[in-house]
């Protein structure tokens, strides 16, 4: 009896054992199918797919239960992929790509514009594409022959398997070599030995980089290290970086370092070899990743931060800048490389205004009829040319102008819808001898075209006077009252009342004198007649 009892408990054990494993197998498997990364065409395949059949797992229990999990795609893009991308709400405006990267943008190198926004505002960990703004800090507060001694705290101060070239404690680099292992094989204890020099202690440099960053105008920015090594207050956005790597771009010598594909770094002081240094960046290298154009960028990699790329191209005059933040290391170059073909094949440079170029503004009633002019304005000599990358199919009609003038500069931004797309300056009034007045306002597009971007595209303004300073004094009297007329146009407005009441006054005058003549020729005249 005692046996029957044992074996019939021992049944209903294995029983309960046995359906107990075959239901946890089935939870596991949704579990891990609901966090499994969307592919967005996984669903419209097979609506089917997902649904889990309860008597797979307990069909035979010597199967795993791994066995009853779904199958995942290493390759498919995650959630990010369909996020908004802002851009896409400008009118007008060509769709951008969409991007793994959780946020990225697209920027004009020369002027600032941006072409495509995903995110941009939003704060990301940059990894090493912090040591853009190292090496923009140590370029600008150094000589590249400076010799910097590593110590033995930035050596080891750094993450153990992180990315290094071996430098050890008391080993001497120029600043130069050191650029390079920072740019091209981003070592992070050179990083940090470059910030000691340069700065007198790490935090020291890390309040210069923070300082620059907000000089920028960087507004979600914040540094704490020399490197791009992990720390939860070491954060950016894909425009501040944008606008750093733009920073960057306008020195030669980052220019130079970031589109070398190898440097070999000279035997030291202590290190009796060579190191040879590749760039890491596979988009400036031959391979498969090459990009016709590219001029170099910074890779970066944190678990926490996931893949970031900076990359610089130029293409047809156009000089671009990627970014890309949050991505991973199977989509940070496509996703790069969609960015720079949106730009490049969507875009084309246009002239907005030529630096020397003059428009004549407000004349005077009588100018109109002397020098066929087709619009009231006022007369002004651009400082400096203006360009806007605007897409193929857009005309530069539907761009609208904001003016305003202090202290004799007047500014013109250029805005399709609410988008500043580039701003031009010009210096109002400036002096000129009536020969360059004349073949200004002959020359001028302003008397012919109706904008600004319809004025430059048929500008014909003469190279040679646009180069000339204006001038002061006058070789003729003819000139003289030229300056004194625009001179007197940059009076305030209440000089016409003045004007007026001077006239009166003179011409009252003169009435008055006229009067006094004519009395004292009559007096004269009876005083001669009486003495006859």
Same mark, same amino acid.
Request: overall charge negative.
């Given at each position: 009896?005692?046996?029957?009892?044992?074996?019939?408990?021992?049944?209903?054990?294995?029983?309960?054992?046995?359906?107990?494993?075959?239901?946890?197998?089935?939870?596991?498997?949704?579990?891990?199918?609901?966090?499994?990364?969307?592919?967005?065409?996984?669903?419209?395949?097979?609506?089917?797919? =997902?649904?889990?059949?309860?008597?797979?797992?307990?069909?035979?229990?010597?199967?795993?239960?791994?066995?009853?999990?779904?199958?995942?795609?290493?390759?498919?893009?995650?959630?990010?992929?369909?996020?908004?991308?802002?851009?896409?709400?400008?009118?007008?405006?060509?769709?951008?790509?969409?991007?793994?990267?959780?946020?990225?943008?697209?920027?004009?190198?020369?002027?600032?514009?941006?072409?495509?926004?995903?995110?941009?505002?939003?704060?990301?960990?940059?990894?090493?594409?912090?040591?853009?703004?190292?090496?923009?800090?140590?370029?600008?507060?150094?000589?590249?022959?400076?010799?910097?001694?590593?110590?033995?705290?930035?050596?080891?101060?750094?993450?153990?398997?992180?990315?290094?070239?071996?430098i050890k404690p008391r080993e001497i680099l120029t600043m130069e070599q050191s650029l390079y292992a920072i740019?091209?094989?981003?070592?992070?204890?050179?990083?940090?030995?470059?910030?000691?020099?340069?700065?007198?202690?790490?935090?020291?440099?890390?309040?210069?980089?923070?300082?620059?960053?907000?000089?920028?105008?960087?507004?979600?920015?914040?540094?704490?290290? =020399?490197?791009?090594?992990? +720390?939860?207050?070491?954060?950016?956005?894909?425009?501040?970086?944008?606008?750093?790597?733009?920073?960057?771009?306008?020195? #030669?010598?980052?220019?130079?370092?970031?589109?070398? #594909?190898?440097?070999?770094?000279?035997?030291?002081?202590?290190?009796?070899?060579?190191?040879?240094?590749?760039?890491?960046?596979?988009?400036?290298?031959?391979?498969?990743?090459?990009?016709?154009?590219?001029?170099?960028? *910074?890779?970066?990699?944190?678990?926490?931060?996931?893949?970031?790329?900076?990359?610089?191209?130029?293409?047809?005059?156009?000089?671009?800048?990627?970014?890309?933040?949050?991505?991973?290391?199977?989509?940070?170059?496509?996703?790069?490389?969609?960015?720079?073909?949106?730009?490049?094949?969507?875009?084309?440079?246009?002239?907005?205004?030529?630096?020397?170029?003059?428009?004549?503004?407000?004349?005077?009633?009588?100018?109109?009829?002397?020098?066929? !002019?087709?619009?009231?304005?006022?007369?002004?000599?651009?400082?400096?040319?203006?360009?806007? +990358?605007?897409?193929?199919?857009?005309?530069?009609?539907?761009?609208?102008?904001?003016?305003?003038?202090?202290? *004799?500069?007047?500014?013109? #931004?250029?805005?399709?819808?609410?988008?500043? !797309?580039?701003?031009?300056?010009?210096?109002?009034?400036?002096?000129?001898?009536?020969?360059?007045? !004349?073949?200004?306002?002959? +020359?001028?597009?302003?008397?012919?075209?109706?904008?600004?971007?319809?004025?430059?595209?048929?500008?014909?303004?003469?190279?040679?006077?646009?180069?000339?300073?204006?001038?002061?004094?006058?070789?003729?009297?003819?000139?003289?009252?030229?300056?004194?007329?625009?001179?007197f146009r940059d009076m305030p407005t209440w000089k016409y009342p003045a004007l007026i009441f001077l006239l009166?006054?003179?011409?009252?005058?003169?009435?008055?004198?006229?009067?006094?003549?004519?009395?004292?020729?009559?007096? *004269?005249?009876?005083?001669?007649? @009486? @003495?006859?």
């Amino acid at each position: 009896m005692k046996k029957t009892k044992l074996w019939i408990n021992a049944l209903v054990l294995a029983s309960c054992l046995l359906l107990g494993s075959g239901q946890a197998s089935v939870y596991g498997a949704a579990q891990n199918a609901a966090q499994a990364p969307a592919d967005p065409n996984a669903a419209a395949a097979d609506p089917n797919a =997902a649904a889990a059949d309860p008597n797979a797992a307990s069909a035979d229990p010597n199967v795993p239960a791994d066995a009853a999990e779904a199958p995942k795609d290493p390759n498919a893009p995650p959630d990010s992929y369909n996020w908004e991308v802002q851009s896409d709400a400008l009118p007008g405006w060509p769709t951008g790509p969409q991007v793994a990267a959780e946020t990225a943008i697209l920027m004009d190198a020369e002027t600032g514009e941006i072409l495509y926004a995903k995110g941009i505002d939003e704060k990301r960990y940059p990894a090493s594409t912090t040591k853009i703004m190292t090496a923009l800090i140590a370029i600008e507060n150094s000589a590249l022959t400076d010799q910097v001694t590593f110590s033995a705290e930035a050596v080891n101060g750094i993450e153990p398997g992180s990315t290094h070239i071996g430098i050890k404690p008391r080993e001497i680099l120029t600043m130069e070599q050191s650029l390079y292992a920072i740019l091209l094989a981003s070592a992070n204890e050179v990083s940090s030995g470059v910030a000691e020099f340069v700065g007198g202690s790490i935090p020291d440099f890390v309040n210069m980089m923070n300082a620059r960053a907000e000089k920028l105008g960087c507004k979600n920015t914040h540094f704490v290290n =020399a490197n791009g090594l992990h +720390d939860p207050e070491h954060y950016t956005t894909a425009r501040d970086l944008a606008n750093i790597a733009r920073e960057a771009f306008k020195n #030669e010598t980052f220019r130079k370092i970031i589109g070398t #594909e190898y440097y070999i770094e000279p035997k030291t002081n202590i290190t009796d070899e060579e190191r040879w240094l590749n760039n890491h960046h596979k988009m400036l290298v031959s391979g498969d990743m090459h990009y016709d154009g590219c001029l170099g960028g *910074k890779t970066g990699y944190t678990s926490d931060a996931g893949n970031s790329l900076v990359t610089y191209a130029q293409r047809n005059g156009m000089y671009l800048i990627s970014v890309v933040l949050a991505d991973n290391a199977v989509y940070q170059y496509p996703d790069t490389a969609a960015l720079l073909d949106y730009g490049f094949s969507n875009f084309h440079k246009v002239v907005l205004a030529q630096k020397g170029e003059v428009e004549c503004l407000k004349p005077l009633p009588i100018e109109h009829y002397l020098y066929n !002019l087709t619009k009231a304005k006022t007369m002004t000599r651009f400082t400096d040319t203006a360009t806007a +990358d605007l897409p193929t199919d857009l005309p530069v009609e539907k761009l609208t102008r904001k003016t305003s003038v202090e202290k *004799k500069i007047q500014t013109t #931004e250029y805005y399709l819808g609410d988008q500043l !797309l580039s701003t031009s300056h010009a210096e109002v009034c400036p002096t000129l001898t009536l020969p360059e007045f !004349l073949d200004a306002v002959k +020359d001028s597009p302003a008397n012919t075209a109706n904008t600004a971007g319809a004025a430059a595209q048929n500008n014909t303004a003469d190279s040679a006077s646009a180069e000339r300073t204006p001038k002061t004094s006058s070789s003729s009297l003819g000139e003289f009252f030229q300056e004194l007329k625009y001179n007197f146009r940059d009076m305030p407005t209440w000089k016409y009342p003045a004007l007026i009441f001077l006239l009166s006054a003179v011409i009252f005058y003169i009435v008055l004198l006229i009067i006094k003549i004519k009395r004292h020729r009559k007096k *004269k005249a009876r005083n001669k007649k @009486k @003495k006859k």
